[in-house]
């Protein structure tokens, strides 16, 4: 069992890895938004022309490139991998922290299409209202 001290000690650990993904979550955002980036994303969302296939094809690597470029100052590998470790690293903190969850929503929303719901009525299957 945790005594109170290793209790509170953990919870300090806990809340220094928040503030720390915090900060690496602001630069990546940031760094999405430098001139040189915001061109590289608009470039591949063009060649994408909303297709989701082609959004992974283009869109996707310059998304993953540029996370790299900033995470890898904090120890992540500079891999796809790495990016997806920071992603559920962030994702963990998400519920313990309501800014963590808004920068993560922000950051997804920069290279990953909105989602629409397919309209629901009584002829898709939907329930029958009377």
Not at 14 to 24: E, H, I, L, M
Not at 98 to 125: D, Q, R
């Amino acid at each position: 069992m945790a005594t109170s001290a290793q209790a509170a000690a953990l919870s300090a650990e806990q809340a220094k890895a928040v503030c720390v993904s915090a900060v690496v979550l602001a630069e990546v955002i940031k760094a999405f938004g430098s001139p040189e980036n915001a061109q590289r994303m608009d470039e591949a969302r063009d060649n994408a022309c909303n297709d989701m296939g082609k959004m992974l094809q283009f869109l996707l690597p310059v998304a993953t490139q540029i996370q790299q470029d900033v995470i890898k100052a904090y120890g992540f590998s500079n891999d796809g991998e790495g990016v997806l470790k920071f992603a559920r690293l962030i994702k963990s903190y998400e519920s313990q922290d309501p800014e963590i969850a808004s920068m993560s929503g922000k950051l997804k929303a920069m290279f990953l299409p909105p989602m629409t719901l397919p309209p629901h009525g009584a002829g898709t299957g939907g329930v029958a209202t009377s």
